[in-house]
């Protein structure tokens, strides 16, 4: 069995189309990836602007001094700096959505610590929607004693009470998300954590990953067709037993090295310009009512893990397709549709059952909902109530013990010409 699984992994790796592939693939994804951070912009109390790497250094030095526990106290303290700045008709201007902070008084105080301000703005705004300037902190009554974490479940209630045209919370799923969002610890923890971030920001681009790994597979099964080898492979002692599992191990371990070289080079590049810093930090720093109770670095390895799942159930796929079409070029073009067009679909306004359908396809499957008030809320009432991730992998656990039988299956029954 161990020779027969090395020779169907040579026969992979030594596949002109894989060496191809694997090449595109990786510098598809480090360039992806690399564009991410060395686009980064930040800009400091003067108004000079840095980027990249500069960047991520000039966000770390000014998250250090604002970074610690978000207590209340400091919160208020935060906004009444903030709202003394409007007691000054020199800092003000009139524009046409009213009295708002000049551009040189936002630059000096407000932009350095942008991301700090945000954490605070969010929990005053209405879900899914956002505040450039933090205009909402004008208008927080700071001698109220708990309003920072009074107005986070606040807000919460009213993203699951509120009236939806596409889906409305039932009372079960209201339960249970508020169950999980009193499980957040508070209070939050601030600090830098730009790397981890701006990965969790763009890590749907792992998807490039996938698509290299299901063509380098493509050839598994059809290749034995098209070389006519299956009237010799099917017709020996072990070519529909030992074989058949052999290449189906040989497949997955080929898939779950070259995926995990992806995350090496897509998460390396990431965190070797922006830092490793802030991996204990709480993912409500991307959103501030996120259900969730995750570190930075928990958060990113669920995302992983879910990628990496959803993987092993196109790569099941692709080997049924392999083994039930005659021709490597169908498999891919059948594989391809599956992946990419749900990436052309649109989330609906009228219709939940849609949107969470499409959430599950492939290229949906892969992005994060940690950071979206709407996607991070989504819940799938199917007995009990489920929440995205769980589903996510739930369902590509299954479509990878569906499609392997059948793959195995499909094979031992062609028919040799």
């Not at 050839?219 to 098209?226: D, K, L, R, S, T």
């Not at 010799?232 to 290449?247: D, N, P, Q, R």
């Not at 059952?353 to 940690?370: E, S």
Request: hydrophobic content about 45%; overall charge negative; proline content about 3%.
């Amino acid at each position: 069995m161990k020779e027969l699984l090395g020779l169907e992994l040579k026969k992979i790796i030594r596949n002109k189309l894989t060496l191809f592939v694997c090449i595109g693939s990786l510098t598809i994804t480090g360039i992806l990836f690399s564009l991410a951070v060395f686009r980064e912009i930040a800009i400091d109390e003067n108004g000079k602007q840095y980027v990249g790497k500069e960047a991520f250094d000039l966000e770390r030095m000014y998250d250090s001094k604002v970074a610690g526990l978000l207590t209340e106290d400091k919160v208020k303290k935060t906004i009444a700096e903030y709202q003394k700045l409007y007691s000054d008709p020199d800092n003000l201007e009139e524009t046409e959505e009213g009295t708002t902070l000049k551009e040189s008084v936002f630059v000096k105080y407000i932009q350095p610590y942008y991301s700090y301000f945000k954490v605070i703005d969010e929990v005053y705004i209405e879900p899914s929607t956002i505040d450039m300037t933090f205009s909402a902190l004008e208008d927080v009554d700071t001698a109220q004693e708990g309003s920072y974490y009074k107005a986070r479940e606040n807000k919460i209630s009213t993203l699951l009470n509120q009236e939806y045209l596409d889906w409305n919370y039932s009372d079960a799923e209201k339960e249970f998300w508020i169950n999980r969002t009193d499980k957040v610890e508070l209070p939050y923890e601030y600090g830098y954590c730009g790397g981890w971030k701006t990965f969790l920001n763009c890590s749907e681009l792992l998807l490039v990953g996938i698509i290299a790994i299901c063509i380098c597979i493509a050839p598994v099964f059809a290749g034995e067709y098209q070389s006519q080898a299956d009237s010799v492979v099917l017709t020996t002692k072990y070519g529909k037993t030992k074989l058949v599992t052999a290449k189906i191990l040989a497949s997955f371990i080929f898939a779950i090295i070259l995926f995990g070289i992806h995350i090496m080079v897509a998460l390396g590049v990431q965190l070797l310009v922006a830092g490793a810093d802030g991996v204990a930090l709480p993912i409500q720093l991307m959103n501030v009512i996120c259900p969730y109770s995750l570190t930075m670095g928990s958060a990113v390895l669920m995302v992983i893990i879910t990628a990496l799942v959803v993987m092993l159930g196109m790569v099941s796929l692709t080997l049924f397709l392999s083994a039930r079409l005659a021709k490597t070029f169908l498999t891919l073009i059948v594989n391809v549709l599956v992946i990419m067009v749900p990436m052309f679909l649109s989330i609906s306004e009228t219709s939940g059952i849609w949107n969470r359908v499409l959430m599950i396809l492939p290229a949906m499957a892969v992005r994060p909902v940690y950071q979206d008030d709407f996607f991070g809320y989504f819940s799938y009432p199917i007995v009990t109530t489920f929440d995205i991730t769980t589903i996510r992998l739930g369902v590509y656990v299954i479509v990878t013990l569906i499609f392997i039988p059948l793959a195995i299956r499909a094979f031992k029954k062609h028919e040799v010409c």
